[in-house]
Protein backbone atom coordinates (compact mmCIF):
# COMPACT_ATOMS: atom_id res chain seq x y z
CA UNK A 1 0.00 0.00 0.00
CA UNK A 2 0.98 3.53 -0.88
CA UNK A 3 0.80 6.43 1.18
CA UNK A 4 0.19 9.05 -1.06
CA UNK A 5 0.47 11.57 1.85
CA UNK A 6 3.96 10.75 2.67
CA UNK A 7 5.52 10.69 -1.00
CA UNK A 8 3.29 14.15 -1.47
CA UNK A 9 1.38 15.91 0.96
CA UNK A 10 0.10 18.16 -1.29
CA UNK A 11 -1.84 15.46 -3.49
CA UNK A 12 -5.78 16.06 -3.14
CA UNK A 13 -6.83 13.56 -5.67
CA UNK A 14 -6.17 10.00 -6.81
CA UNK A 15 -7.23 7.12 -8.78
CA UNK A 16 -7.12 3.93 -6.95
CA UNK A 17 -7.98 0.51 -6.61
CA UNK A 18 -10.04 -1.09 -3.20
CA UNK A 19 -7.93 -3.82 -1.65
CA UNK A 20 -10.43 -5.00 0.45
CA UNK A 21 -13.66 -3.76 2.17
CA UNK A 22 -15.95 -5.46 4.83
CA UNK A 23 -19.16 -4.34 6.66
CA UNK A 24 -18.79 -3.30 10.56
CA UNK A 25 -21.56 -1.68 13.34
CA UNK A 26 -23.43 -0.86 10.50
CA UNK A 27 -21.20 0.52 8.46
CA UNK A 28 -17.65 -0.18 5.73
CA UNK A 29 -14.22 -0.16 6.46
CA UNK A 30 -11.97 -0.39 3.13
CA UNK A 31 -8.63 -0.83 2.49
CA UNK A 32 -6.89 0.52 -0.55
CA UNK A 33 -4.08 0.52 -2.99
CA UNK A 34 -2.62 4.05 -2.48
CA UNK A 35 -4.39 6.18 -0.05
CA UNK A 36 -4.06 10.03 0.20
CA UNK A 37 -5.87 10.00 3.77
CA UNK A 38 -3.86 10.51 7.24
CA UNK A 39 -5.06 8.48 9.80
CA UNK A 40 -4.84 9.43 13.36
CA UNK A 41 -1.53 9.36 14.85
CA UNK A 42 1.10 11.21 16.61
CA UNK A 43 -0.97 13.94 17.53
CA UNK A 44 -2.22 14.75 14.42
CA UNK A 45 -5.91 14.15 13.75
CA UNK A 46 -7.20 11.74 10.36
CA UNK A 47 -8.25 13.12 7.53
CA UNK A 48 -11.86 13.64 5.86
CA UNK A 49 -13.15 13.52 2.18
CA UNK A 50 -14.77 10.94 -0.02
CA UNK A 51 -14.36 8.04 -1.64
CA UNK A 52 -16.02 6.97 -5.04
CA UNK A 53 -18.06 10.39 -3.80
CA UNK A 54 -18.85 8.41 -0.68
CA UNK A 55 -17.56 10.76 2.77
CA UNK A 56 -14.87 9.20 4.95
CA UNK A 57 -15.87 9.48 8.50
CA UNK A 58 -12.65 7.91 10.02
CA UNK A 59 -9.39 6.71 9.37
CA UNK A 60 -7.08 4.66 11.55
CA UNK A 61 -3.96 2.75 11.62
CA UNK A 62 -4.54 -1.55 12.10
CA UNK A 63 -1.83 -3.25 11.77
CA UNK A 64 -0.02 -2.15 9.37
CA UNK A 65 -2.84 -1.03 6.95
CA UNK A 66 -4.51 2.46 6.64
CA UNK A 67 -8.48 1.55 7.42
CA UNK A 68 -11.14 3.98 5.88
CA UNK A 69 -14.73 4.27 7.42
CA UNK A 70 -17.76 5.09 5.00
CA UNK A 71 -21.36 4.52 5.97
CA UNK A 72 -22.58 3.13 2.26
CA UNK A 73 -20.85 0.11 0.56
CA UNK A 74 -18.77 0.34 -2.57
CA UNK A 75 -20.18 -0.81 -5.84
CA UNK A 76 -16.63 -0.37 -8.38
CA UNK A 77 -13.21 -1.67 -7.57
CA UNK A 78 -11.71 1.44 -8.85
CA UNK A 79 -12.60 4.54 -6.65
CA UNK A 80 -11.90 8.18 -6.88
CA UNK A 81 -9.87 9.97 -3.62
CA UNK A 82 -10.78 13.33 -3.00
CA UNK A 83 -9.73 15.35 0.40
CA UNK A 84 -10.76 17.83 2.35
CA UNK A 85 -7.76 20.08 1.96
CA UNK A 86 -9.07 22.71 4.10
CA UNK A 87 -9.08 20.24 7.08
CA UNK A 88 -5.34 18.88 5.92
CA UNK A 89 -3.69 22.38 5.24
CA UNK A 90 -4.76 23.36 8.60
CA UNK A 91 -3.18 20.27 10.71
CA UNK A 92 -0.39 20.91 8.26
CA UNK A 93 0.02 24.58 9.13
CA UNK A 94 -0.28 23.49 12.99
CA UNK A 95 1.95 20.34 13.04
CA UNK A 96 4.52 22.27 11.20
CA UNK A 97 4.86 25.13 13.07
CA UNK A 98 4.70 22.64 16.30
CA UNK A 99 7.59 21.74 15.11
CA UNK A 100 9.43 24.96 14.88
CA UNK A 101 7.85 26.45 18.05
CA UNK A 102 9.04 23.22 19.87
CA UNK A 103 12.49 23.28 18.46
CA UNK A 104 13.10 26.69 19.30
CA UNK A 105 11.54 26.49 23.01
CA UNK A 106 14.00 23.52 22.87
CA UNK A 107 17.43 24.86 21.50
CA UNK A 108 16.66 28.03 23.22
CA UNK A 109 15.27 27.68 26.87
CA UNK A 110 16.04 23.81 26.94
CA UNK A 111 12.39 23.48 27.43
CA UNK A 112 11.33 20.18 25.95
CA UNK A 113 7.66 19.34 24.87
CA UNK A 114 5.92 16.72 26.55
CA UNK A 115 2.02 16.94 24.92
CA UNK A 116 0.87 17.94 21.61
CA UNK A 117 -2.99 18.46 21.04
CA UNK A 118 -4.06 19.34 17.47
CA UNK A 119 -7.88 20.18 17.67
CA UNK A 120 -10.20 21.82 15.36
CA UNK A 121 -10.25 24.62 17.64
CA UNK A 122 -7.36 24.87 19.41
CA UNK A 123 -3.59 23.55 19.27
CA UNK A 124 -1.44 23.23 22.60
CA UNK A 125 1.92 22.09 23.46
CA UNK A 126 2.93 21.38 26.65
CA UNK A 127 6.92 22.56 27.92
CA UNK A 128 8.57 21.52 30.62
CA UNK A 129 8.67 25.63 32.27
CA UNK A 130 6.41 25.98 35.48
CA UNK A 131 5.93 29.42 33.99
CA UNK A 132 6.23 31.54 30.66
CA UNK A 133 6.13 35.66 31.70
CA UNK A 134 4.61 38.08 28.58
CA UNK A 135 8.05 39.22 27.71
CA UNK A 136 9.43 36.03 26.92
CA UNK A 137 6.28 34.92 24.93
CA UNK A 138 6.82 37.87 22.57
CA UNK A 139 10.37 37.25 22.16
CA UNK A 140 9.09 33.70 20.84
CA UNK A 141 6.40 35.26 18.77
CA UNK A 142 9.51 37.18 16.85
CA UNK A 143 12.44 34.56 16.49
CA UNK A 144 9.77 31.98 15.41
CA UNK A 145 8.17 34.47 12.34
CA UNK A 146 11.85 34.95 11.71
CA UNK A 147 12.25 31.34 11.39
CA UNK A 148 9.05 31.58 9.08
CA UNK A 149 10.30 35.02 6.82
CA UNK A 150 13.86 32.68 6.51
CA UNK A 151 11.69 30.03 4.66
CA UNK A 152 13.71 27.19 6.33
CA UNK A 153 13.30 23.79 3.48
CA UNK A 154 11.55 20.72 5.32
CA UNK A 155 12.53 17.53 4.34
CA UNK A 156 11.55 13.76 5.54
CA UNK A 157 13.86 11.10 5.46
CA UNK A 158 13.73 7.52 6.98
CA UNK A 159 17.27 5.87 8.68
CA UNK A 160 18.26 3.16 10.81
CA UNK A 161 18.75 3.36 14.44
CA UNK A 162 22.45 3.65 14.20
CA UNK A 163 21.73 6.54 11.80
CA UNK A 164 19.81 8.31 13.85
CA UNK A 165 21.76 8.52 17.38
CA UNK A 166 24.21 10.52 14.56
CA UNK A 167 21.77 13.40 14.39
CA UNK A 168 20.64 15.99 17.24
CA UNK A 169 16.98 14.45 17.51
CA UNK A 170 14.54 16.57 19.80
CA UNK A 171 13.08 13.52 20.92
CA UNK A 172 13.81 9.66 21.04
CA UNK A 173 11.98 7.75 17.98
CA UNK A 174 9.29 5.24 18.92
CA UNK A 175 10.32 2.62 16.66
CA UNK A 176 13.70 1.02 16.20
CA UNK A 177 13.74 0.96 12.24
CA UNK A 178 12.54 3.11 9.44
CA UNK A 179 12.44 5.63 11.54
CA UNK A 180 11.15 9.22 9.69
CA UNK A 181 12.96 12.03 10.19
CA UNK A 182 11.61 15.54 9.35
CA UNK A 183 13.87 17.97 8.95
CA UNK A 184 13.96 21.50 9.48
CA UNK A 185 17.15 22.79 7.45
CA UNK A 186 19.67 21.53 9.82
CA UNK A 187 17.79 23.59 12.44
CA UNK A 188 15.47 20.94 14.37
CA UNK A 189 15.38 16.87 13.68
CA UNK A 190 12.72 15.06 15.02
CA UNK A 191 11.03 11.59 14.71
CA UNK A 192 7.46 11.96 13.10
CA UNK A 193 4.48 10.42 11.15
CA UNK A 194 2.28 13.78 10.88
CA UNK A 195 2.45 15.52 7.34
CA UNK A 196 4.31 19.05 7.10
CA UNK A 197 4.60 21.45 4.75
CA UNK A 198 7.61 22.15 2.16
CA UNK A 199 8.75 24.78 3.70
CA UNK A 200 8.55 26.88 7.13
CA UNK A 201 7.22 29.99 5.01
CA UNK A 202 4.03 28.28 4.08
CA UNK A 203 3.23 28.57 7.71
CA UNK A 204 2.43 31.65 7.40
CA UNK A 205 2.33 33.53 10.85
CA UNK A 206 2.73 31.77 13.88
CA UNK A 207 0.64 34.08 17.04
CA UNK A 208 0.78 32.34 20.87
CA UNK A 209 -2.69 32.76 21.74
CA UNK A 210 -2.60 31.97 25.75
CA UNK A 211 -0.28 29.94 28.70
CA UNK A 212 -1.74 28.42 30.90
CA UNK A 213 0.04 26.32 34.24
CA UNK A 214 -0.72 23.01 33.39
CA UNK A 215 1.05 20.09 35.82
CA UNK A 216 4.13 21.73 36.88
CA UNK A 217 4.40 22.90 33.30
CA UNK A 218 3.44 25.71 30.86
CA UNK A 219 0.43 24.90 28.23
CA UNK A 220 1.11 26.90 25.20
CA UNK A 221 -2.03 27.54 22.62
CA UNK A 222 -1.23 29.03 19.31
CA UNK A 223 -2.22 29.44 16.01
CA UNK A 224 -0.65 29.34 12.69
CA UNK A 225 -1.60 30.19 9.26
CA UNK A 226 -5.32 31.15 7.76
CA UNK A 227 -6.41 30.21 11.09
CA UNK A 228 -4.13 32.99 12.81
CA UNK A 229 -5.47 35.16 10.22
CA UNK A 230 -9.02 34.83 11.11
CA UNK A 231 -8.04 35.21 14.68
CA UNK A 232 -6.46 38.09 13.73
CA UNK A 233 -9.60 39.62 11.97
CA UNK A 234 -12.30 38.96 14.00
CA UNK A 235 -10.23 40.74 17.49
CA UNK A 236 -9.61 43.83 14.64
CA UNK A 237 -13.20 44.32 13.99
CA UNK A 238 -13.97 43.48 17.90
CA UNK A 239 -11.10 46.07 18.22
CA UNK A 240 -12.86 48.85 15.49
CA UNK A 241 -16.22 48.51 16.75
CA UNK A 242 -14.83 48.88 20.58
CA UNK A 243 -12.99 52.10 19.73
CA UNK A 244 -16.28 53.39 17.22
CA UNK A 245 -18.63 52.73 20.31
CA UNK A 246 -16.58 54.83 22.80
CA UNK A 247 -15.34 57.37 20.06
CA UNK A 248 -11.64 56.98 20.55
CA UNK A 249 -8.90 55.22 18.89
CA UNK A 250 -7.84 51.73 19.19
CA UNK A 251 -4.58 53.00 21.59
CA UNK A 252 -7.09 54.58 24.15
CA UNK A 253 -9.57 51.74 24.59
CA UNK A 254 -8.48 50.21 27.75
CA UNK A 255 -7.76 53.54 29.99
CA UNK A 256 -11.17 54.79 28.89
CA UNK A 257 -12.96 51.56 29.46
CA UNK A 258 -10.77 51.61 33.04
CA UNK A 259 -12.58 55.15 33.88
CA UNK A 260 -15.29 54.44 32.74
CA UNK A 261 -15.58 51.61 35.19
CA UNK A 262 -14.17 53.95 37.99
CA UNK A 263 -17.03 56.03 37.19
CA UNK A 264 -19.45 53.21 37.19
CA UNK A 265 -18.38 52.59 40.88
CA UNK A 266 -18.55 55.80 41.92
CA UNK A 267 -21.99 56.29 40.42
CA UNK A 268 -23.18 52.88 42.40
CA UNK A 269 -21.71 53.95 45.77
CA UNK A 270 -23.89 57.04 45.63
CA UNK A 271 -26.75 55.28 44.27
CA UNK A 272 -26.76 52.94 47.28
CA UNK A 273 -26.19 56.12 49.66
CA UNK A 274 -29.22 57.54 47.65
CA UNK A 275 -31.31 54.62 48.27
CA UNK A 276 -30.35 53.87 51.89
CA UNK A 277 -31.51 57.60 52.56
CA UNK A 278 -35.19 56.88 50.51
CA UNK A 279 -35.65 53.65 52.49
CA UNK A 280 -34.99 55.54 55.54
CA UNK A 281 -37.90 58.32 54.65
CA UNK A 282 -40.17 55.23 53.93
CA UNK A 283 -39.41 53.99 57.36
CA UNK A 284 -40.32 57.26 59.01
CA UNK A 285 -43.26 57.86 56.80
CA UNK A 286 -44.35 53.97 58.24
CA UNK A 287 -43.60 55.13 61.90
CA UNK A 288 -45.60 58.10 61.06
CA UNK A 289 -48.45 56.55 60.04
CA UNK A 290 -48.79 54.11 63.03
CA UNK A 291 -49.95 55.20 66.25
CA UNK A 292 -49.27 51.25 67.13
CA UNK A 293 -45.95 49.51 68.01
CA UNK A 294 -46.08 47.04 65.67
CA UNK A 295 -45.55 47.63 61.50
CA UNK A 296 -46.64 45.22 59.07
CA UNK A 297 -45.27 45.69 55.61
CA UNK A 298 -45.75 44.09 52.28
CA UNK A 299 -42.65 45.66 49.97
CA UNK A 300 -43.33 45.54 46.50
CA UNK A 301 -40.22 44.95 45.00
CA UNK A 302 -40.05 42.17 46.48
CA UNK A 303 -36.43 42.74 47.58
CA UNK A 304 -34.98 41.36 50.52
CA UNK A 305 -32.06 44.25 50.60
CA UNK A 306 -35.25 46.82 50.80
CA UNK A 307 -37.05 44.95 53.73
CA UNK A 308 -33.79 44.28 55.92
CA UNK A 309 -33.38 47.80 55.92
CA UNK A 310 -36.93 49.35 56.52
CA UNK A 311 -37.08 46.96 59.29
CA UNK A 312 -33.46 48.26 60.59
CA UNK A 313 -34.79 51.76 60.13
CA UNK A 314 -38.03 51.27 61.50
CA UNK A 315 -36.77 49.91 64.61
CA UNK A 316 -33.81 52.86 65.25
CA UNK A 317 -36.53 55.00 65.80
CA UNK A 318 -37.86 53.65 69.13
CA UNK A 319 -39.79 50.90 70.85
CA UNK A 320 -41.15 48.67 67.57
CA UNK A 321 -42.11 45.45 65.97
CA UNK A 322 -41.63 45.02 62.65
CA UNK A 323 -42.57 42.05 60.35
CA UNK A 324 -41.62 43.06 56.75
CA UNK A 325 -42.38 40.87 53.76
CA UNK A 326 -40.73 40.92 50.40
CA UNK A 327 -42.00 37.79 47.84
CA UNK A 328 -41.98 34.47 50.18
CA UNK A 329 -39.81 35.71 52.85
CA UNK A 330 -40.84 37.86 55.82
CA UNK A 331 -38.41 39.61 58.48
CA UNK A 332 -38.70 40.19 61.77
CA UNK A 333 -37.18 42.76 64.10
CA UNK A 334 -37.76 44.85 67.30
CA UNK A 335 -36.70 47.11 69.69
CA UNK A 336 -39.08 46.53 72.42
CA UNK A 337 -36.39 44.67 74.90
CA UNK A 338 -35.82 40.72 75.22
CA UNK A 339 -39.83 39.95 74.21
CA UNK A 340 -40.73 38.79 71.68
CA UNK A 341 -37.78 36.64 70.84
CA UNK A 342 -38.10 37.38 67.02
CA UNK A 343 -35.67 33.96 66.55
CA UNK A 344 -38.31 31.60 68.70
CA UNK A 345 -41.19 33.16 67.13
CA UNK A 346 -39.65 31.29 63.70
CA UNK A 347 -38.47 28.76 65.30
CA UNK A 348 -42.03 27.74 67.31
CA UNK A 349 -44.51 28.66 65.01
CA UNK A 350 -43.10 29.35 61.38
CA UNK A 351 -41.22 25.82 61.00
CA UNK A 352 -44.45 23.87 62.06
CA UNK A 353 -45.98 25.78 59.09
CA UNK A 354 -43.15 24.57 56.75
CA UNK A 355 -40.94 27.59 57.37
CA UNK A 356 -37.18 27.53 56.78
CA UNK A 357 -35.19 29.87 59.11
CA UNK A 358 -34.43 31.64 62.25
CA UNK A 359 -32.54 34.67 64.11
CA UNK A 360 -31.64 36.24 67.42
CA UNK A 361 -33.56 37.60 69.72
CA UNK A 362 -34.12 41.30 67.97
CA UNK A 363 -33.91 39.81 64.21
CA UNK A 364 -34.81 36.58 62.49
CA UNK A 365 -36.17 36.03 58.57
CA UNK A 366 -38.00 33.15 57.32
CA UNK A 367 -38.86 30.92 53.99
CA UNK A 368 -42.26 29.49 52.94
CA UNK A 369 -41.98 27.62 49.85
CA UNK A 370 -46.21 28.33 49.71
CA UNK A 371 -47.31 31.99 50.61
CA UNK A 372 -51.01 30.13 51.75
CA UNK A 373 -48.62 28.89 54.81
CA UNK A 374 -46.83 32.42 54.95
CA UNK A 375 -50.37 34.37 55.35
CA UNK A 376 -51.18 31.83 58.04
CA UNK A 377 -48.02 32.87 60.34
CA UNK A 378 -48.87 36.24 59.80
CA UNK A 379 -52.12 35.81 60.71
CA UNK A 380 -50.97 34.33 63.92
CA UNK A 381 -48.66 37.09 64.17
CA UNK A 382 -51.10 39.79 63.56
CA UNK A 383 -53.28 37.94 66.46
CA UNK A 384 -50.19 37.87 68.61
CA UNK A 385 -49.38 41.22 68.40
CA UNK A 386 -52.31 42.84 70.29
CA UNK A 387 -49.62 41.95 73.47
CA UNK A 388 -46.50 44.09 72.31
CA UNK A 389 -48.80 47.09 72.29
CA UNK A 390 -49.33 47.03 75.74
ZN1 LIG B 1 5.52 16.19 12.76
Redesign the pocket.
Known amino acids: MNRKYYTDPFCTELHTKVTKTWPRDGKYHVVLEDTIFYPTG?GQPHDLGTIAGIPVLDVSEDGGQVVHVIDQPLEEDSVELQLDWTRRFFHMQH?TGQ?LLSAYFSNEYGWETRGFHLGENYTTIDITTPELDPDTTIQVERAVNQLIYRDLTIKDYLVTLEEAAQLRLRKLPTVDEDIRI?EIDNFDY?P?G?T?LRSTGQIGVLKIIKTEKYKGMTRVYFLCGGAALADYQEKHSIVQDLGNELSVGSSEIIERVKGESAARRELEDKLKDVQNRLWEYQARELVSQTEDTVIFHNVQSESMEEAQALARHITAQGRFFAAIQAGNRLILAQSLGTEPHCGNLVKQHAVPLGGRGGGSPQLAQVFFQESSNLEQFCNFLQDLSHEFTK
Open positions: GHHVSCGH
